[in-house]
T-cell receptor, first 116, second 113 residues
């Protein structure tokens, strides 16, 4: 149990375009999901906390107008990178927190974004 | 503020050796959770274990064991008789009650045949 899927797994786009990444909890409901960014050989950096039915909470330094987060249901959160630039190229990982599991987060397989 | 330190950036061992990955944490909360995750080359983070602050009992799961010591604020992870498939980056993480999870920098483990 506690499976999280992420789509797409890999995307290449042109500079200036927008990219949407989906994160789904497949076998449980998640009132809270998280979006992380990971640079090569680095740790995970929390970008934002996504709460179902309310606005996301962004970490300091993360542009909310650039990284749009929507958590429309208990099983789906989306991250849209708007007007992508090459510096947005990274590995984006989502996670979903399983209620009653001591704050355990289960992670999706990640999305590798390359902006040309 | 919560903080996790994994001082070992990279470790290389030969298959069948035992290896311990260190994790030291800082928190002012009395209620918190500690985690270990494995990130193989594929990139997906695999949940290994969760410990809450009130449970200092050590745990063993197959070749994996964890030593939680509140007195030294450490939550170390030992792999016994390491195998090539254990090669990955291992992250220690801390979550204060109902708060965000903070990750250590990770330890890259390479197990050579």
């Amino acid at each position: 149990g506690a499976v999280v899927s992420q789509h797409p797994s890999r995307v290449i786009c042109k500079s200036g375009t927008s990219v949407k990444i989906e994160c789904r909890s497949l076998d449980f409901q998640a009132t809270t999901m998280f979006w992380y960014r990971q640079f090569p050989k680095k740790s995970l950096m929390l970008m934002a906390t996504s709460n179902e039915g309310s606005k996301a909470t962004y970490e300091q330094g993360v542009e909310k107008d650039k990284f749009l987060i929507n958590h429309a249901s208990l099983t789906l959160s989306t991250l849209t990178v708007t007007s992508a630039h090459p510096e947005d190229s990274s590995f984006y990982i989502c996670s979903a927190r399983l209620a009653g599991a001591g704050d355990t987060q289960y992670f999706g397989p990640g999305t590798r974004l390359t902006v040309l | 503020a919560q903080k996790v330190t994994q001082a070992q950036t990279e470790i290389s061992v030969v298959e069948k050796e035992d290896v311990t990955l260190d994790c030291v944490y800082e928190t002012r909360d009395t209620t918190y959770y500690l985690f270990w995750y494995k990130q193989p080359p594929s990139g997906e983070l695999v949940f290994l274990i969760r410990r809450n602050s009130f449970d200092e009992q050590n745990e063993i799961s197959g070749r994996y064991s964890w030593n939680f010591q509140k007195s030294t604020s450490s939550f170390n992870f030992t792999i016994t008789a390491s195998q090539v498939v254990d090669s990955a980056v291992y992250f220690c993480a801390l979550s204060e009650y109902r708060s965000d999870m903070r990750f250590g920098a990770g330890t890259r483990l390479t197990v050579k045949p």
